[in-house]
């Protein structure tokens, strides 16, 4: 929800985290890490789900799929101990519970783009 309140609003993650924890509490230190590192690699997911989603530029994408692809995404490059397919699989997740119906499709479709395009730079959970 970070990164979908940041892209939304416009605004800074620390924007986006300071408006959080006003209303919900302080949120989890992991949430904090993944969204804090999405904002860092934000134009090089971007690059990358670009080059993979033919026909569909991150900025024609709709915000929680971006969201949940640059989140995926981060977690595939980023983060050793989680395996791709999982980032995948809990994607396709996210994404059957807060979009529409043919956003599933969509996102693993894109994800395991990626996960093909890229191979060992995402693989090394």
């Not at 959080?20 to 904090?32: H, K, L, T």
């Amino acid at each position: 929800m970070l990164l979908y309140q940041s892209d939304v609003n416009e605004s800074s993650m620390g924007d986006a985290i300071e408006r959080w924890s006003e209303y919900r509490g302080e949120p989890d230190a992991y949430a904090i890490r993944l969204t804090r590192g999405v904002e860092r690699e934000k134009e090089e997911l971007d690059r990358m789900l670009t080059g993979v989603s033919v026909g569909w530029p991150v900025h024609r994408m709709t915000v929680i799929d971006r969201a949940i692809m640059r989140l995926a995404l981060f977690e595939m490059l980023h983060v050793e101990d989680v395996p791709a397919e999982v980032a995948i699989n809990e994607a396709v997740e996210i994404a059957t519970g807060f979009s529409g119906d043919e956003s599933p499709s969509f996102v693993g479709g894109v994800l395991r783009g990626a996960k093909s395009q890229f191979g060992e730079k995402v693989e090394h959970g």
